[in-house]
């Protein structure tokens, strides 16, 4: 079976775009556009990643941190931003993100880390195409 992501994010084009560079890899990616969407979403499947902007309509991404934490199963957390800086990376490492990406998405590095995050001890896994 493939991994599930929940990427969570104000902005449609950027959920459009991660599809896009995704499609080929055995997964399923759903799309929340609030921090309240994305709580039913987590109610009704398991995800093995959760993919968050760090400002988001309803909150931050420490929000989406605690939001992973209250799933009984084991989810990883990937910050996303466009400033994307050192500060930002030690933060949400230190608080138990998985990794941060930058903004705009680089497609190599979005693969790299989800493939990472997806292959860790208790996650599904899927295999690297392409």
């Known amino acids: ?28 990616m759903d799309h929340a556009g609030t ?4 709580h039913a979403k987590l109610q009704q499947h398991d995800y093995d990643v959760i993919l968050t902007e760090a400002a ?6 420490l929000d989406a941190l605690h939001l992973a934490r209250e799933h009984p199963r084991d989810v990883e957390v990937i910050v996303t931003d466009p400033q994307a800086d050192a500060r930002l990376w030690a933060e949400a490492l230190n608080l138990g993100a998985y990794d941060l990406l930058a903004q705009p998405f680089y497609e190599p590095e979005v693969r790299r880390i989800l493939y990472n995050a997806c292959s860790r001890p208790g996650q599904a896994t899927f295999a690297a195409a392409g």
């Not at 921090?35 to 994305?38: G, N, S, T």
């Not at 988001?56 to 991404?61: A, E, F, H, M, V």
């Open 1 to 28: 079976m493939g991994s599930r992501i929940l990427f969570i994010s104000g902005c449609r084009e950027d959920a459009r775009r991660l599809l896009q560079m995704l499609h080929s890899l055995p997964l399923a």
């Open 35 to 38: 921090l309240r969407q994305a």
């Open 56 to 61: 988001l309509p309803d909150g931050q991404w």
